[in-house]
T-cell receptor, first 109, second 113 residues
Framework: GQQVMQIPQYQHVQEGEDFTTYCNSS?????IQWYKQRPGGHPVFLIQ?????EVKKQKRLTFQFGEAKKNSSLHITATQTTDVGTYFC?????????FGKGTSLLVTP | NAGVTQTPKFRVLKTGQSMTLLCAQD?????MYWYRQDPGMGLRLIHY???????AKGEVPDGYNVSRLKKQNFLLGLESAAPSQTSVYFC???FGGGKETQYFGPGTRLLVL
């Protein structure tokens, strides 16, 4: 079955540094979704990418979908302490989503 | 709108006890899901439902049962709790399946002793 892998598992940065997390799928994805979970909270939807090579931006966050639709990335420019949390990518699997294990981001002031 | 709510927020069980987790959504969503989250394991799908009266198995269904008698509610049951079921359980709902955004509840923390 489809496997969705994320790297790195953890990332610790100083505030102001950039951060990137990568998501790779064993199969071609029809679309990919990204979620953020704050410590002690629940996952919250960030964005969905559908088209090959698609790039979307949300303020300091840049999301990319690979040309082959088998990988994706999330890049945060100039991290802030409010960016702390775990970022999950998820690919469609039948009627449900198949989540990666997430990348936990820690930002030190 | 409350969105997705879960009851209870926290529970401690002894091995062998049973309990039911309740998920309710007020967004008229067709699809509902139960996940468990363990450290380093991400979100793993337990069961899901594509509409009232339907249920289906996810990635890790063993030891759990579900029911969707009403469209707005999705119940997760543990008939005989085991320490391996200690986890945080999240319910989610979506308007459609797969490609649709999932809205998560606040979670239930379960400790099985």
């Amino acid at each position: 079955g489809q496997q969705v892998m994320q790297i790195p598992q953890y990332q610790h940065v100083q505030e102001g540094e950039d951060f990137t997390t990568y998501c790779n799928s064993s199969t071609t994805l029809s679309n990919i979704q990204w979620y953020k979970q704050r410590p002690g909270g629940h996952p919250v939807f960030l964005i969905q990418l559908v088209k090959s090579g698609e790039v979307k931006k949300q303020k300091r966050l840049t999301f990319q979908f690979g040309e082959a639709k088998k990988n994706s990335s999330l890049h945060i420019t100039a991290t802030q302490t409010t960016d702390v949390g775990t970022y999950f990518c998820a690919g469609v699997s039948g009627y449900a989503l198949n989540f990666g294990k997430g990348t936990s981001l820690l930002v030190t002031p | 709108n409350a969105g997705v709510t879960q009851t209870p927020k926290f529970r401690v069980l002894k091995t062998g006890q049973s309990m039911t987790l309740l998920c309710a959504q007020d967004m008229n969503h067709e699809y509902m899901y139960w996940y468990r989250q363990d450290p380093g394991m991400g979100l793993r799908l337990i069961h899901y439902s594509v509409g009232e009266g339907t249920t289906a198995k996810g990635e890790v269904p063993d030891g759990y049962n579900v029911s969707r008698l009403k469209k707005q509610n999705f119940l997760l049951g543990l008939e005989s709790a085991a320490p391996s079921q200690t986890s945080v359980y999240f319910c989610a709902s979506s308007f459609g399946g797969g490609k649709e955004t999932q809205y998560f509840g606040p979670g239930t923390r379960l400790l099985v002793l």
